[in-house]
Each structure stands twice: as C-alpha cells, then as structure tokens.
C-alpha cells in the first residue's frame, strides 16, 4: 500500500492527513468516514523528503462495530 496526504477543509480551519491506502480514492474516502463535515481539497501521493521534513496527522486509530 501507499501513503497519501489529503487535504480538509473545515469552517476556516486546513490541515492535512497521512493516510496509507491502495489509491488516492479509497484514501479520500477514509478521510471523509472519519470527518463526514470536512471538505477534500486536494489528495497526492506523499512525497517522502517533504513529508518526513514537514509531517502530517494521521487518521485517529478507531474500531468500527
């Protein structure tokens, strides 16, 4: 699997998530589940020098029953 960064939008606040997913949909969509309010501004695949240099959040680790 690959790690993608997604970029939210909610109210006025940005931020951004590293999510490990097969393809930049399935990764948009992880993000959607866990922020149903938030708006997907933009998905990439990480860039591991930028990404390691700046970090991003993950998704938080919550089982779904």
Do not use: Q
């Not at 990439?44 to 779904?64: A, T, Y």
């Amino acid at each position: 699997m690959a790690n993608y960064t997604v970029g939210l939008k909610t109210g006025a606040r940005t931020r951004a998530l590293t999510i490990e997913a097969e393809d930049a949909l399935l990764a948009a969509l992880k993000s959607k589940l866990e922020n149903p309010e938030a708006l997907i501004t933009y998905v990439r695949k990480s860039n591991r020098r930028g990404d390691r240099r700046h970090p991003h959040e993950g998704l938080r680790s919550k089982k779904i029953a």
